[in-house]
C-alpha cells in the first residue's frame, strides 16, 4: 500500500497527476491534557473523544485565523516546524513564527490545546532528515523543539514523520515525552505499522491512524480515500486499519483515525465508481473539498452505504473521460465520529482545516460544522 504524505498532497490540490495512483495519554471520565497515569486503563469510564485539527498556512484561499470554526475542535495542530538534519527547525517555510502567537492565543481563548507539529519535508525531497537530527542530534533537536514550545505557549508537540524512521523514532520519543513533562505528546502513523506503534505508543497521548490516502494503485479495485468499511482485506478502511492496530496491542483510548477534508479524482480508465477494474491507468488528482462542492449534484451524487462514504459518479460516454471522485461530506464524517464514540476510541484527527472553507458560503466550514453537531456542540 502506497501511502502519500499529508503535506505533499495538500501541496498538489489540482495541479495535476499523483504518480503511481496515489503513492499515505489517553482520556478517562474527564478531559487531560497532560501525561496519563500507568494506573488508567482503557477499561476504565468512557473516553472524551479528541477532536483535532491541523492548520496548514497555505490554501486557495488560506485560511485565517479568524475564520477557524473553534466548535469542531479540543485540539489545534500548527502544522509544521521542519527539522532539520542537524537537529535546528525550520520555523519559516511552514509560517510557524509568523503565526505561532495569533494562533495560540486564539485557541486558548476558544478553550483548545494548541501543538506544535514538527516534520520532515518530504515532499521536498527529505525522507532521512528526521531521522539524521534524531540519531545523532537528539539532545539538540529536543531542545530545540522545547524552545519553541516554551516560546509560544504551546500545550504540546505533534510528531508527523513520514517515511518513518523507527529507530529515529524509538530515540526521540522517551526524550521528548520526558522534556514535556506533563504537555501532550502525539503522533500520526500510517494504516500499516501497528506493530511497530505497540513498542512505543506508551510516550504518546494518541497515536493517530491517517485513514486516508487509501485509494492507491496497489488495490485490487478502484476504492474510496477513507472508507469507514472495506468488504475485504484486499483495500484499506478506517475500520480495518483500527482492528490492526488493536490486535497489534495499542490500546483503544489512544487510537486516533483520521478525517480528511479532501478527496481524490480519478479521470479515465472507464473509472466511474469503487470496485471497479481499469482499462486504463487513470489521471488522479487531490482535490480539498472546497473545489469539490460545485460538482455535488443529484446526477452525480451517490452514496456507498457499506463504506459509509459518498462519490461522485462522471461518465461522458468516452473512457477518457470518465471520473470517479471519492471524497467525505457532512454525513460521511458523522459517521467516523459516531465510530469513534462506539469503540470507544481516543478520537479523530482532521487533515486540514483549510480544505473545507467556503469564505462566502452560508456555512464557511461546512465539514467542521458536522463535526462539532456529532461531538454535540452547539456553535
Partial sequence: MQLRSKNAAVRRFGLGAILGMVAAGFLTAVLVTGWPSAAHSETDARVVPWSVGYLWPFGNPPLPVSDIDWSALTHIVHYAAVVNADGTLDLETEQISKNAAE??????????????????????????????????????????????????????????????SRSGMKALAPELRAALGNNILIASATVDEGKFWKSVYQYFDRVNIMTYDLTGGTNSYTWHNAALYSADETVWSVDMAVKRFRAAGVPAAKIGIGIPFYGYRSTGGGVTGPRQNRLTTPTVQSVPYQSLVSLINPRTYKWDSAAEVPYLSISSGMATGTQFISYDDEQSVMAKVQYVKDHNLGGWIIWHLQADYLPHGAVKHPLSRAIAKARGVNP
Fill in 103 to 164: 494562533l495560540v492565543a486564539a485557541a486558548h481563548s476558544a478553550g483548545v490545546k494548541a501543538l506544535l507539529g514538527v516534520m520532515q519535508a518530504n515532499w521536498a525531497g527529505q525522507k532521512t532528515t528526521l531521522e539524521q537530527a534524531a540519531i545523532n542530534h537528539n539532545s539538540e533537536l529536543v531542545s530545540n523543539i522545547m524552545k519553541v514550545v516554551k516560546t509560544y505557549h504551546y500545550d504540546g508537540v505533534e510528531v508527523d514523520w513520514e517515511p518513518l
